[in-house]
């Protein structure tokens, strides 16, 4: 895998750093999927299975988009839309290498997408990258409620002191604990 240059940290399929304008109007056109202020991490070449027109993976900070790039009349004629999956829809991601390709094969609760026919050399580190996001997005998940239950304990505690229900030193008590939980 390469880089675009040292300030920007996108990764590319070494098929696609043929130049550097070429990295360039790749990462414009995975750019097009993305939402406002979603950070691209790569983009890799390949192919979906059962969806050949879907032939680039890009991963982002929140989500792995697999959408069709290229040119020309045949994709005029192809309007196959891209398959957007949030790491926190992910089950398992892995990754499998044959003598020269590779593939990763995504699973959710509701489907398997596989990409295949990917530089086998991509394929250790997108599928750990994937991997990564999709725990820290479950750390995420878990960690937003006890931050939003530790915030409403602290207006009740509050409230509660105000009332003259609890003492200032049961209130400062009770709050650096709650703290320590955000």
Not at 27 to 50: M, N, Q, R
Not at 53 to 69: C, G, H, Q, S, W
Not at 110 to 133: L, N, W, Y
Not at 159 to 174: N, P, V, Y
Request: glycine share 8%; no cysteine; hydrophobic share 40%.
């Amino acid at each position: 895998m390469g880089s675009m240059s040292s300030d920007d940290e996108v990764l590319f399929s070494e098929s696609l750093l043929e130049d550097e304008e070429q990295a360039d109007e790749e990462a414009e056109e995975a750019e097009k999927h993305l939402d406002p202020g979603e950070k691209l991490l790569a983009v890799i070449e390949g192919l979906v299975d059962g969806a050949s027109a879907l032939n680039r993976l890009a991963l982002t900070d929140k989500r792995v988009i697999f959408y069709p790039r290229g040119g020309g009349l045949l994709a005029a004629f192809q309007k196959t839309s891209a398959i957007s999956l949030d790491y926190g829809q992910i089950v398992t991601a892995q990754g499998k290498k044959g003598a020269l390709l590779g593939e990763i094969n995504l699973s959710t609760k509701e489907r398997i997408v596989r990409f295949k026919d990917m530089a086998k050399d991509d394929v250790d580190q997108i599928a750990g990258m994937i991997s990564r996001m999709k725990d820290n997005a479950a750390t995420q998940a878990i960690l937003a409620p006890s931050r939003e239950s530790a915030l409403e304990q602290l207006k009740k505690l509050a409230e509660l002191r105000q009332m003259g229900a609890i003492s200032e030193a049961e209130f400062q008590e009770k709050r650096k604990k709650l703290l320590e939980a955000i």
